[in-house]
Structures are given as C-alpha cells and as structure tokens.
C-alpha cells in the first residue's frame, strides 16, 4: 500500500511542496467528513452572501475557503492564498516559496441534491521571496504550475495529482484517514464517442461550436459517422474526473450570454490545474484554439473559455474554429 505521503517522498523533490499538498489532503478529508454527514452537519443551503463573481455562497462553499485558508495562510511554505471565494490574494509567509490556489468547492449547486463537487488546486512558484505577496505575483501562466489537482467527492472520495510529470490517483480510506495510492501513469485516449457540455447555452455560442455539437448529436448520420453519448456532472471535476478514467471531451466555450465573461470557467484556479493533469495524462486543453497553459493572466478571477480531454477531439474543435474566422 502506497499512501500520498509516501508517494510524495519519492516522487517529489521539494519538501515545500509536499507540505502544502499535505495540508490541502488534510483539509479535504475534513471536507469529506461534513459532507458526508450532509443536513445533519448544517452545511446545506445558502451563507446569505455573494463572492466577487457576484455568485451566491453555499454555506459549505464558506466553510470549505476557511478551512482551506486557515490551514494554507499558516503554511510555512505558502507565502500566499488565493482563492474563488475571496476578492484578492491573501499575504501568507513571506519567506515561502510557493503560492497557492483553489477553488474550495466545485460544483456547489450540486451539494444540496447529494451530487458529486469536487476541490480543485494549483501550486505555483513565489518569485519574490522576502516580500509580502500580492495578486501581481500570481499572475504567472499555467506552465509554471509545479503541482496541481483536485478531490473529488464522490461515490468515494478521490485525489487527482500531478507534480509535472504523469498523474497518478489516490482513494481515501475512510479507515486510517489516508489517500491511498491506487493508479499511476493515468493515459486519456487520443479519440472519444463522450462528450460534456451544457447545451442550454446552445444559442449563445459561436457558431463553430454549434457546428461541432450538431455533429455529434447527428451522430453515425453526421460528418462525424458515428455515434456519441453526453454526460453533464455540472461540477468541472466530476466531469474532467470521467475524462481520467473512460476518456471523452469537455468544454465550457465561449458565449455571448454575458458580454463581460469569455467564459464560465476561471483560468487560475479552474482552467489551469485541469489543464495541467490533462496534458499529463496525454490529453490536450485550450480555450478553442490556443493552449490554456500559455496563456498569461491579468487578473486572479479572469474567466476562459474551456476545450480539454482526449486529443483529436481538442484538435478537430480547433480546426472548426480556425476554419470560421
Ligand atoms: P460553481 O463554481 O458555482 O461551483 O460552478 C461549477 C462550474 O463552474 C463547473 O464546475 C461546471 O462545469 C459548471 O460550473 C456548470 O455550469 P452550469 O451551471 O452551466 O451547468
């Protein structure tokens, strides 16, 4: 049996990053526990307040960021924290080497019905040693992540990883507490019959998009000459989880249902940590037509749209778009 700590010792070279790995496991199985014991640990419903996407905060999308928080600000290796919940970075230890980033609870709207939601995080370098860390410091783009991943929690609870080379997952076992080793190497087929995506925002897409999900819905009749299935987890990890495991597709794309947002997703903390597991596992992750990794950010919260999953899937979205400018 390999647990995380183990696998952290000898596949990581920097003990700053297995410090806040650790804590961030720590945390989740502390949100697993709430979760699991639902309506009866009062963590259903609404905290009466907006985070700064203007978003209504479940009470457990609070109580995750604050767990989270307190347990990251006090890292030593973390000289800041950044998270959806919160306006701005939050300064942690100066003399840390590593900033961190996450999205406390994905797929919130899914808590109160008993569906799967999910953690996500990024780790990336502290550049400016010494100082105190501002939002400008993690303006860093998604190629410099040197760890990343997420848990879901679902019908058992789970850990994705990358430390920038291969993914590997683990299981939480419920009786000692502990992440369990239980696949490396994880590889995403190259072609996929599955596709995610929410096509209630079918009318605001672009028109390459609608092109591509015509076709697949027009299945063994269509371009494409065979048939696809859709799933739709409406939490991004339960989702790219899937992808890890059968392969498939997934995108939240452009829309022009809000002039404001390019998309759903938020690149720091969403887009990118996804996009580094994916590429991990051989799959590829852009915004439709240029790599979600290279892009270089300008605010913490700014919104991308999504294409990742198996990879002449992402390819051939690409060409449609390519094709209609
Ligand atoms: P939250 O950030 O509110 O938890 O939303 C989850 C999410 O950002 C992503 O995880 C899903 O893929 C997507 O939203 C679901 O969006 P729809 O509401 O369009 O189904």
Redesign the pocket.
């Known amino acids: 049996m390999t647990t995380l700590t183990d696998y952290l010792a000898q596949h990581s070279q920097s003990a700053n990053i297995n410090h806040v790995i650790g804590d961030i496991s720590r945390v989740a199985i502390q949100i697993n526990h709430l979760l699991r014991q639902g309506a009866l640990a009062d963590i259903q419903g609404e905290a009466g307040n907006q985070n700064v996407?203007g978003?209504e905060q479940k009470k457990l999308?609070v109580i995750a960021n604050d767990l989270l928080m307190d347990a990251l600000t006090q890292n030593t290796a973390c000289a800041g924290v950044a998270s959806?919940e919160m306006d701005n970075a939050v300064a942690a230890n100066a003399g840390g080497a590593l900033l961190a980033l996450f999205?406390p609870?994905?797929?919130?709207?899914?808590i109160d019905i008993n569906m799967p939601?999910g953690t996500i995080f990024s780790i990336l370098p502290y550049n400016n040693q010494g100082h105190t860390a501002t939002d400008a410091d993690f303006l860093q783009a998604g190629t410099a992540q040197l760890a990343a991943g997420y848990v879901l929690y679902g019908t058992s609870t789970v850990m994705a990883l990358t430390l920038g080379n291969g993914v590997a997952m683990f299981s939480l076992d419920t009786q000692s507490n502990q992440f369990v080793l239980i696949q490396q190497n994880i590889s995403i087929d190259a072609d996929t019959k599955e596709y995610a995506v929410?096509a209630?925002?079918y009318r605001h897409w672009l028109p390459a998009m609608q092109r591509y999900v015509d076709e697949l819905v027009a299945g063994k009749t269509g371009a494409r000459g065979k048939d696809y299935n859709m799933r739709?987890?409406?939490?991004?990890?339960g989702?790219v989880h899937r992808i890890l495991c059968r392969g498939g597709v997934?995108s939240?794309p452009f829309d022009t249902k809000d002039p404001n947002k390019a998309g759903?997703?938020?690149l720091m903390y969403?887009a990118n940590p996804m996009a580094l597991l994916i590429e991990q596992a051989g799959g590829k992750a852009t915004d439709a037509t240029q790599r979600i990794l290279d892009i270089t950010p300008i605010s913490i919260h700014q919104r991308v749209p999504v294409v990742l999953g198996a990879k002449n899937e992402v390819d051939y979205i690409k060409q449609l778009h390519e094709a209609a400018q």
Not at 105 to 110: A, C, I, K, V, Y
Not at 232 to 237: D, F, L, R, S
């Open positions: 996407q978003e999308d959806e999205d609870l994905d797929g919130s709207s899914n939601v929410n209630s925002n739709w987890v409406a939490a991004m990890v989702d997934f939240y759903k997703l938020r969403e």
